[in-house]
């Protein structure tokens, strides 16, 4: 069996994604995942090498390295003259670019200790980002190995870094034999920004596990909303709170999955306005297993997903409620527009506040048969494009095979 490496940020996270297509990978290579933790259960026949990232004296070690480096230099000039929408600065995106490099850097050093270069492998980077750029610089040296990578929506989108800038794209560009696009906005925005064309760059969407727990819609007295993200800036869950302190017409309960660096603050939002709003109940379930918000799918008749951020790739959170066939609320913004089309209700980019109190309102005087069609187009939506298995197995045969005979 030839070998695979798959290069993943956290195990347990990540295995929410890569899930459907590790399970046709593990029967068909010898695969040995790379990734920061692995505390969940861990699949057999699968070898997994944990790396801890080094110390910070290790890290200013790394800037020896950069400073011998040509290509460190040409992405240090190009930080420097680049125009970002995100107002954060010419010192924002250099020091991206030194923790980028530094960071790749002693993944890389990693990676040949622990005996993970060779020649005749195959290395698949399901993320655009450190780990990748640690390979692509170093793969050239390895006769017959090649390196594909997914991107997604952090390691694409300027605006999904602090610092406005994505480093490195350009260097990992040259040297990938394919980057797999997850969202067709996502596609069409790097082709255009990079000016890159040609057979390297294809577009394979992921998904969600099936299953057949969708029921008969039945009007409640009290709406049920649900919403599932990190906590940060970047998805904006305090609009969401916001919008729900405007409610006058209908009882909403609304319970939020996931935490992040905003969750205090957007929990102390939350206490100060909707305890005051006798219309809505509300819930932080915080991180849990992905199980668990399965089973509350099941088992709650779920009026609406919502989500509020400013950007995104293809969420997996948005395709597990379509699922479902929960109808979604949403802004139009990056691939949005596409993924629930005719099965949602979009509100502007902005995502205001009175936008979404009114969508939430507008959704509970809908007529049933109006609703019970949303819910009915967002199941067979997801049926065409987002079952992870059938994704998964073409990638697997369309993708990863081909590429596998050139080696």
């Known amino acids: ?123 698949y980077s399901y993320w655009n980002f450190r780990k990748c750029y640690a390979v692509t610089h170093e793969i050239s040296k390895f006769k017959n190995s090649r390196i594909i990578s997914r991107i997604h929506g952090y390691d694409l989108y300027d605006e999904q870094l602090p610092s406005g800038y994505q480093p490195f794209k350009i260097s990992m560009d040259a040297a990938l034999d394919k980057l797999i696009f997850v969202s067709e906005h996502g596609m069409e925005y790097y082709l255009n920004k990079y000016g890159r064309k040609g057979s390297k760059y294809e577009l394979r969407l992921l998904g969600t596990k099936r299953h057949d727990d969708t029921e008969t819609y039945e009007r409640r007295e009290e709406m049920t909303i649900v919403s599932c993200s990190r906590i940060d800036e970047c998805k904006r869950v305090g609009r969401i709170v916001e919008a729900l302190s405007l409610i006058k017409k209908v009882n909403v309960r609304w319970v939020h999955f996931g935490d992040g660096v905003l969750g205090d603050e957007v929990r102390k939002l939350a206490g100060e306005l909707l305890k005051k709003n006798p219309c809505v109940k509300y819930e932080f379930r915080g991180s849990v297993p992905n199980t668990e918000i399965h089973d509350f799918y099941r088992s709650e008749m779920i009026d609406a997903f919502i989500t509020s951020s400013m950007s995104e790739g293809n969420p997996v959170s948005v395709m597990e409620a379509m699922s479902y066939g929960i109808p979604v609320i949403a802004p139009s913004i990056c691939n949005f527009p596409n993924m629930i089309a005719g099965c949602g209700i979009m509100v502007s980019d902005k995502c205001l506040p009175s936008e979404i109190a009114g969508v939430i309102e507008d959704l509970r005087e809908m007529p049933l048969e109006k609703i019970t069609e949303l819910r009915m187009k967002a199941r067979l939506l997801w049926e065409k494009n987002y079952d992870a298995m059938s994704n998964s197995r073409r990638f697997v045969e369309e993708v990863l095979e081909p590429l596998e005979r050139k080696i």
């Open 1 to 123: 069996m030839k070998k695979l490496y798959l290069l993943l940020d956290d195990w347990d996270n990540d295995r929410n994604f890569v899930g459907g297509e590790l399970e046709l990978l593990r029967a068909k290579y010898d695969v040995t995942i790379l990734c920061d933790s692995a505390v969940g259960n861990r699949l057999p026949g699968v070898r997994y090498i944990i790396y801890k990232e080094p110390s910070m004296t290790k890290m200013l070690l790394g800037v020896l390295k950069l400073i011998s480096d040509t290509d460190a230099w040409r992405e240090l000039i190009r930080a420097s003259k680049y125009r970002s929408q995100v107002s954060a600065g010419v010192r924002a995106r250099i020091s991206e670019v030194l923790r980028f490099y530094i960071k790749a850097d002693l993944f890389r050093v990693f990676m040949y200790k622990e005996g993970c270069f060779e020649d005749g492998a195959l290395y």
